[in-house]
């Protein structure tokens, strides 16, 4: 089982949170765009750019794209801090071994993601579906999961301290040898859930 | 504009601290505790604390302020008239405050605390222990809950859903989880009997 983290002091800038300028439409323009994806004339070329941008294993910070699609790409060993991916969706998507620190997926699709090996914390994964997604090995601590609708995940030998699954619907969902001081599992509807050998004494249920 | 989050492993509370991108007079939300990596980041930032606002009057949201006292000379804003034997610049409910060049609304939602605050600066709002991931504070009687909860609802759900929420204690969130996934404040938004709560000394 992983050690707690000790004291946590993380940066976050704000979102710059600059709406789309097309008309009527509430979503925030992308990064560097006036529009969201959806208005925009180049969506490939901003997509690419991203994505490009994810995998080049480096630092990102404040990057914002809602709404996106991203489909087979490896992200392992990227740095994300402070950034907003809302409502996107990732299939086959690989981010293990990476940072994550204060990013927003929010309301996303996760089909058959990885997340080995990955210290993410303060972010927002709540109202997400995760289908057949690992986060094995992984610090998830402060981390909302609240609302998740979880099928086959395994979160097994993870640090989840603090984190919130309020709420949440988790079907076969492994939590073996995690560390769940101070998680919340309240209100989850819970089916094949195994907390074996984990401190689920130190969770709120 | 930066915002620094604190977690401390003393009290489980939550400490921010909010400055601009370059240097400069800092604000510092909530000193439960006050260490080295506190002190680090605002000296490493060239910040001066030059403000502390305070959600309410509770040790693990105030017990740094002697430690932050003794190295900076902030000035303190809270709805308490009093914290410890420091000075205090009274908060009024919707008061606007431009504090280090950062326009903060100041919103009292009672319930937890006669004295609770809840700050707005941009899209992101501190909710103190007012309102925290999945869960509304902590009260001590039935009308104190009632009297959050409609705080809760009339002053903080009817804002933009995208807001996001820096608590005192636990995980970020947004309004929209909030009013998706919290139990408790699914329960009282279908409550019509919130609106007869009022206190006297409140604006509700």
Redesign the interface.
């Given at each position: 089982m992983p050690l707690l983290a000790a004291v946590n002091l993380i940066h976050l800038a704000m979102f710059r949170c600059i709406p789309c300028n097309h008309p009527g439409c509430k979503k925030y323009a992308v990064e560097d765009e006036f529009t969201c994806l959806e208005h925009s004339d180049h969506p490939d070329r901003i997509l690419h750019t991203i994505t490009r941008a994810l995998g080049d294993k480096h630092n990102h910070r404040d990057m914002l794209i809602t709404d996106a699609v991203f489909d087979h790409l490896d992200f392992s060993k990227t740095k994300l801090s402070m950034c907003n991916f809302a409502r996107c969706v990732f299939r086959d998507v690989d981010f293990s071994h990476s940072k994550i620190n204060s990013c927003f997926f929010d309301f996303c699709l996760f089909d058959r993601c990885m997340f080995d090996d990955n210290d993410s914390r303060h972010s927002v994964v709540a109202g997400s579906k995760l289908i057949q997604c690992s986060f094995t090995d992984s610090m998830l601590i402060h981390t909302n999961f609240m609302g998740i609708d979880a099928r086959e995940c395994d979160f097994s030998t993870s640090d989840l301290y603090y984190s919130n699954f309020s709420s949440s619907h988790l079907v076969d969902v492994q939590f073996v040898d995690c560390n769940l001081k101070n998680a919340d599992f309240r209100y989850t509807e819970r089916d094949k859930v195994s907390f074996k050998y984990s401190n689920f004494e130190e969770a709120i249920f | 504009?930066?915002?620094?989050?604190?977690?401390?492993?003393d009290d489980?509370s939550n400490t921010y601290l909010i400055g601009p991108e370059n240097g400069g007079d800092a604000i510092l939300i909530d000193p439960g505790h006050i260490?080295i990596?506190?002190i680090e980041?605002v000296e490493q930032n060239r910040y001066n604390v030059a403000h502390v606002l305070i959600t309410h009057r509770h040790d693990r949201h105030i017990a740094g302020l002697g430690t932050l006292m003794k190295i900076y000379n902030p000035k303190i804003y809270a709805g308490s008239p009093s914290l410890y034997d420091f000075p205090v610049t009274g908060l009024k409910d919707s008061l606007f405050l431009d504090v280090s060049g950062i326009s903060v609304e100041a919103m009292q939602i009672p319930g937890h605390s006669i004295d609770s605050f809840v700050f707005k600066i941009?899209?992101?709002l501190f909710t103190g222990d007012v309102l925290h991931?999945?869960?509304v504070g902590s009260t001590k009687g039935v009308l104190e809950k009632a009297l959050l909860l409609k705080g809760i609802k009339k002053r903080i759900l009817t804002l933009d859903e995208?807001f996001?929420i820096f608590p005192g204690h636990?995980?970020?969130?947004?309004i929209?989880?909030e009013k998706?996934?919290?139990?408790e404040l699914i329960e009282a938004m279908g409550s019509d009997d919130l609106d007869q709560i009022s206190h006297p000394s409140i604006r509700t």
């Amino acid at each position: 089982m992983p050690l707690l983290a000790a004291v946590n002091l993380i940066h976050l800038a704000m979102f710059r949170c600059i709406p789309c300028n097309h008309p009527g439409c509430k979503k925030y323009a992308v990064e560097d765009e006036f529009t969201c994806l959806e208005h925009s004339d180049h969506p490939d070329r901003i997509l690419h750019t991203i994505t490009r941008a994810l995998g080049d294993k480096h630092n990102h910070r404040d990057m914002l794209i809602t709404d996106a699609v991203f489909d087979h790409l490896d992200f392992s060993k990227t740095k994300l801090s402070m950034c907003n991916f809302a409502r996107c969706v990732f299939r086959d998507v690989d981010f293990s071994h990476s940072k994550i620190n204060s990013c927003f997926f929010d309301f996303c699709l996760f089909d058959r993601c990885m997340f080995d090996d990955n210290d993410s914390r303060h972010s927002v994964v709540a109202g997400s579906k995760l289908i057949q997604c690992s986060f094995t090995d992984s610090m998830l601590i402060h981390t909302n999961f609240m609302g998740i609708d979880a099928r086959e995940c395994d979160f097994s030998t993870s640090d989840l301290y603090y984190s919130n699954f309020s709420s949440s619907h988790l079907v076969d969902v492994q939590f073996v040898d995690c560390n769940l001081k101070n998680a919340d599992f309240r209100y989850t509807e819970r089916d094949k859930v195994s907390f074996k050998y984990s401190n689920f004494e130190e969770a709120i249920f | 504009m930066k915002i620094f989050s604190h977690f401390s492993l003393d009290d489980f509370s939550n400490t921010y601290l909010i400055g601009p991108e370059n240097g400069g007079d800092a604000i510092l939300i909530d000193p439960g505790h006050i260490d080295i990596s506190i002190i680090e980041r605002v000296e490493q930032n060239r910040y001066n604390v030059a403000h502390v606002l305070i959600t309410h009057r509770h040790d693990r949201h105030i017990a740094g302020l002697g430690t932050l006292m003794k190295i900076y000379n902030p000035k303190i804003y809270a709805g308490s008239p009093s914290l410890y034997d420091f000075p205090v610049t009274g908060l009024k409910d919707s008061l606007f405050l431009d504090v280090s060049g950062i326009s903060v609304e100041a919103m009292q939602i009672p319930g937890h605390s006669i004295d609770s605050f809840v700050f707005k600066i941009g899209n992101a709002l501190f909710t103190g222990d007012v309102l925290h991931a999945g869960r509304v504070g902590s009260t001590k009687g039935v009308l104190e809950k009632a009297l959050l909860l409609k705080g809760i609802k009339k002053r903080i759900l009817t804002l933009d859903e995208r807001f996001v929420i820096f608590p005192g204690h636990g995980t970020l969130s947004t309004i929209k989880v909030e009013k998706l996934f919290n139990q408790e404040l699914i329960e009282a938004m279908g409550s019509d009997d919130l609106d007869q709560i009022s206190h006297p000394s409140i604006r509700t």
